[in-house]
């Protein structure tokens, strides 16, 4: 029985009732999912048929945390949010850091279930177990940092931490996120799955600290894992500093930066106005999330030009991709103001850049025309289209209420052979990296159960080149199956489910991380776990949610790329004339399979889910 680490409790709210329940924390649950999303996707699984309409009231909303949450374990700053997602279909499950998180822990949970929807919208406030649901008709419509302050305002308590949506998640947009501070539980549309439950906030308060079960051994696992992130020759040195942008400059030398819908990789060069150097002139602070030495989230200020004033938490090296090169846009202060519209609608800046850039090229091509665009000229690198056009997608207006619904349901629509410049996979955007000059990203992408995610199983060793647990060729196909396996497994878990900042495995604890998680783990919470286990937890999760897929209808087909991925090599720069053909996917997967136990179509095998101890 764990001793510690976890508050111990779920807290089940029914929003129908206006009900609020608390559950014990299964031991079962503990052992073979340990927490975040693993929590978050077993009762997913359990409890949410996988054809559930996402946006209806039988769709569950989930907010889980981990058994280092608030322990004082460096970069243990993360949840897991998890519901049907309405973008794809699947799983979806979305990760944010901040301090939501650790006042969730304090204020007694490991996890808080979301059921039925309220009958007008409402917020839940949570202070130290005691729950009550108050109006949030006052509310709506407003932006998510405003409604932030208006609750804590309401409360009579700045030190609540809020999760909310913005006007997007009550529109219902697919892809709305949820937001905390300035951080968002941002990718599948699951701000939309909180607005369907006229749920605007869940606000928490918390005085409690999770037991350590053995104080001594917990001191020295941090410790261990402390000497990791200062021996690593990329986190402090580079990252604490630069933070993700530093990737711009990097994926531009490897010639991997998408550019332009992916149409022209390597072929413009987008550092001057969105690299390293530029992001640098623009930081006025730093901020960290909970419990985390490093800091590597950056605040920049526009202080002229047209967007002066505008202020950002970021933007993240993602959002310098989806607002900035995949719509032709070089001009940062432009980009800036874009994602903190985006936080303030509450969507989510990949998928809503992505729909924006796959406009553009149709526009270009002559398929849109500016009777479709209501008179936007949506030509690339027009950043004042792009800031309309993130209104339209928020309040749901004219091509802006298509753009929303994701690019895979728009191409849909819209015909025309769209399809094949829809940059998409299982209905969500892709992220930045150019998978035809990095292969495991590839694959990662095609399988991972959330669709194109980068963050499931983010092939680092072809990023920065750590030869950990093998040294990689980003252009080769062959082995990319067993490493998208361990980096999807090992991510799931030392991530994922422990809710620890992912890019403490990308840059500091790959060659630990499973042995650093069980120190970490087995100390705070009394349990027993070997390095092995941590591994297979990691491999639990991934089949039970393609478990749920295959229950909402996916398969091998769906584990697939973009028409352009396949058929159109990039064109110049450091990857030229890389791409993944239709028999590079199938050898690849074919591996992928093979390695994880499942058949050719992507099932998992009875022998396999016997070995998972999956009913
Ligand atoms: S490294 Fe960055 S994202 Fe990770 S916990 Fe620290 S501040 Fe947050």
């Given at each position: 029985m764990y001793k510690g680490g976890y508050a111990g409790k779920i807290l089940r709210i029914d929003l129908s009732k206006q009900s609020a329940k608390e559950e014990t924390l299964p031991e079962e649950l503990a052992k073979n999912y340990l927490g975040g999303a693993g929590f978050g996707i077993k009762y997913l699984y359990d409890e949410v048929k996988p054809d559930t309409p996402a946006l209806d009231k039988a769709n569950k909303l989930i907010f889980a945390v981990g058994p280092l949450t608030a322990t004082g374990a460096s970069c243990s700053s993360r949840m897991a949010v998890v519901a049907r997602s309405p973008l794809t279909g699947a799983v979806g499950m979305a990760l944010a850091g901040g301090q939501f998180p650790a006042e969730m822990k304090r204020a007694g949970y490991d996890m808080i279930i979301i059921e039925g929807k309220a009958e007008k919208p409402a917020y839940v406030a949570i202070n130290d177990g005691e729950v009550k649901f108050r109006s949030a008709e006052k509310l709506s419509g407003m932006m998510t940092t405003d409604t932030q302050l208006f609750i804590k305002e309401e409360l009579g308590d700045h030190n609540y931490r809020i999760a909310c949506i913005g006007p997007a998640g009550e529109k219902v947009v697919p892809m709305a996120c949820i937001v905390n501070e300035r951080r968002a539980a941002g990718r599948k549309g699951l701000g939309a799955v909180m607005g369907s439950k006229n749920l605007k906030a869940i606000a928490v308060r918390g005085h409690k600290r999770p037991d350590i079960a053995d104080a001594e051994s917990f001191r020295k696992a941090r410790q261990a894992m402390n000497k990791a992130m200062k021996d690593s020759p990329v986190l402090y040195p580079h990252f604490a500093k630069a933070g993700t942008p530093m990737v711009v400059d990097a994926m531009t030398e490897m010639g991997i930066y998408s550019i332009k819908n992916w149409s022209a990789t390597g072929q413009i060069n987008m550092v001057p106005g969105l690299g390293l150097k530029a992001q640098d002139e623009m930081i006025i602070t730093r901020s960290h999330c909970h419990d985390c030495p490093v800091g590597c989230s950056q605040v920049k200020l526009v202080t002229?030009?047209?967007?002066?004033g505008y202020l950002s938490e970021g933007p993240e090296f993602e959002t310098t991709y989806s607002l900035g090169s995949t719509v032709g846009v070089d001009y940062l202060p432009a980009v800036i103001a874009a994602d903190r519209l985006c936080d303030e609608y509450g969507i989510d800046t990949i998928s809503a850049g992505v729909a924006i850039g796959w406009a553009m090229e149709l526009y270009e091509k002559g398929i849109l025309t500016k009777k479709d665009t209501d008179g936007i000229d949506l030509k690339f690198g027009n950043h004042a289209a792009v800031i309309e056009m993130l209104r339209k997608i928020a309040y749901q207006e004219g091509l802006g209420a298509l753009l929303g619904q994701g690019t895979k349901k728009a191409a849909e629509k819209i015909g025309k052979g769209t399809g094949d410049y829809a940059m998409q996979i299982k209905g969500l955007e892709l992220p930045a990296y150019d998978v035809r000059g990095a292969k495991a990203h590839g694959l990662n992408y095609a399988t991972s159960y959330t669709g194109a995610d980068h963050n499931r199983g983010y092939a680092f060793q072809e990023i920065f080149d750590i030869p950990i647990p093998e040294k990689v060729d980003r252009n080769a196909t062959k082995g990319k199956g067993r490493l998208t396996k361990w980096n999807q497994d090992t991510r799931a878990v030392t991530c994922d489910c422990a809710t620890m900042c992912a890019f403490l495995l990308d840059m500091a604890v790959p060659a630990i991380a499973c042995q650093n998680t069980a120190d970490l783990v087995n100390a705070a919470s009394g349990m027993n776990f070997t390095a092995e286990d941590i591994e297979k937890i990691g491999e639990r999760l991934n089949n039970v949610a393609r478990l749920f897929n295959i229950g909402a209808g996916f398969s091998r087909k769906d584990d697939t790329f973009p028409r352009r991925l396949m058929t159109e090599p990039i064109k110049a720069g450091a990857s030229k004339g890389q791409l993944i053909s239709q028999k590079d996917l199938d050898e690849m997967l074919d591996e992928y399979y093979a390695e994880r136990g499942w058949d050719k179509n992507g099932t998992p095998t009875a022998a396999k889910l016997k070995e998972l101890g999956i009913k």
């Open positions: 002229s030009g047209p967007y002066a």
